[in-house]
């Protein structure tokens, strides 16, 4: 194997991390967004969720507002 190879193989391998690493990005930022969403819907509906972590119990908790 010549360093022209080497070069070429090497180039071909940081451009797969690159691109796995901006499309972890990607998804991460798109989670985010999600969240965000799903925080403003539930926010804007008046509902909350409680959640009690001593026996993975969850329930949903309505405000009225006056």
Known sequence: MNTDD????LRI???IILYGF???VVWVIWQDVKSTRELIAL???GKS???DTSNDH??????VTS
């Open 22 to 24: 901006l499309g972890l």
């Open 58 to 63: 969850s329930h949903i908790v309505i405000t």
């Open 43 to 45: 926010s804007q509906s």
């Open 13 to 15: 391998l940081l451009s």
């Open 49 to 51: 969720t409680l959640i």
């Open 6 to 9: 080497a070069y070429q193989l």
